[in-house]
């Protein structure tokens, strides 16, 4: 595939963002790339004078770093790492825990992104929706990913050893799993599921850096957020339906087909629904927890209006800002009522 950078790093982030912004492009490859290929030669002529410096190009590589690792969608999971400390500690936690928790669940996300974008890179290469990422491979070059890897990888395992030796002994867990994730969807339909477990990880993780003892708080809020994000990868998956089946891969959409694929996710958020809940329950938490728990209920019910009346056209809404909030409102909401509380 021919670069599109043109020697100008910052237009390969301009092009992935540009690639990404609506579904309805994606129909119409060859017009797409033709005018996205007009727009960065505009684009480079315009910036070209301002990117000749190293800092310009090394802001540029750190914009797209951040950008390949999709670094804002670190809002799904961070959220409910706080809410398993903030439940352990009875509210607001030890500065040095809070810190270290969240180098731990940025530097683990960041390997799983890292090693995801690597072993899709050629997939990436043949989707329509995904193909701009191979621009910021460009730019980046494969091994200064594999570095930030292997770094990031390293980062974690101090940050468990910061926390206490539970931390350190399971530290394990995850990184098997964020290392095997990326090459599920070759062999199996399951990898929904599995991104679940490892999002689901993190109220748990939360709750084990603060106490390291067995609760069935932090594990009732786990199954929350398992279900939660296998449900909306299953929905995410929808968009990829006929180029996963041209090519092979595995997915519960490709495997049982679209309605069926709703129906189960309706499920399982009804699950999550239920699951957080009980979790309020065994908590005993009151008008603030249940004024989230109301939110984040509308949004998930919101989700799927989107997705039956809208089909794909919607996906990218009902993934993204549907599901940041409720990963928000839910921590605000158990924060607010232990803060208050005490």
């Known amino acids: ?180 994730y990326p090459y599920l969807k070759r062999i199996t339909w399951l990898s929904h599921l599995i991104l679940g477990i490892i999002l689901g990880i993190a109220p748990l993780a939360g709750w084990l850096a603060s106490r390291p003892e067995w609760a069935w708080r932090p594990v009732v809020l786990s199954l929350a957020v398992t279900t939660w994000v296998s449900g909306f990868d299953m929905f995410y998956a929808l968009q990829d339906i006929d180029f996963d089946r041209t090519n092979g891969l595995k997915s519960f959409p490709v495997r049982f087909g679209t309605q069926t694929t709703i129906v189960v996710v309706r499920i399982l958020h009804l699950m999550t629904i239920a699951s957080l809940a009980g979790f309020g329950v065994l908590l005993g938490l009151g008008f603030w927890y249940w004024l989230g728990w109301f939110l984040s209920v509308t949004l998930i019910v919101k989700e799927h209006r989107l997705v039956s009346r809208y089909g794909l056209v919607k996906i990218n809404e009902a993934f993204f800002d549907m599901n940041a909030w409720v990963s928000v409102v839910i921590f605000a909401a158990v924060a607010l009522d232990l803060t208050l509380r005490t």
Request: glycine share 8%.
């Open 1 to 180: 595939m021919p670069s599109l950078c043109n020697g100008n790093g910052k237009a390969g982030i301009h092009r992935v963002r540009a690639a990404q912004s609506g579904i309805h492009l994606f129909s119409q490859p060859e017009w797409f790339r033709r005018q996205m290929e007009m727009f960065l030669i505009n684009l480079n002529g315009a910036e070209g004078s301002a990117e000749g410096t190293g800092w310009g190009s090394m802001v540029n590589k750190i914009q797209a770093f951040l950008e390949l690792i999709k670094f804002e969608h670190s809002i799904f999971a961070l959220p409910f790492a706080y809410l398993g400390l903030f439940v352990a500690e009875g509210g607001l936690p030890r500065l040095r825990v809070f810190l270290w928790v969240t180098v731990a669940m940025v530097a683990i996300r960041t390997v799983g992104m890292c090693l995801n974008r690597l072993a899709d890179q050629l997939i990436d290469a043949k989707n329509p929706r995904t193909v701009g990422r191979i621009a910021l491979f460009e730019l980046l070059k494969r091994w200064r990913v594999w570095v930030v890897t292997f770094a990031s990888t390293f980062l974690f395992l101090f940050s468990c050893t910061q926390l206490n030796s539970l931390c350190l002994a399971l530290s394990p867990v995850p990184l098997v799993l964020v290392w095997i």
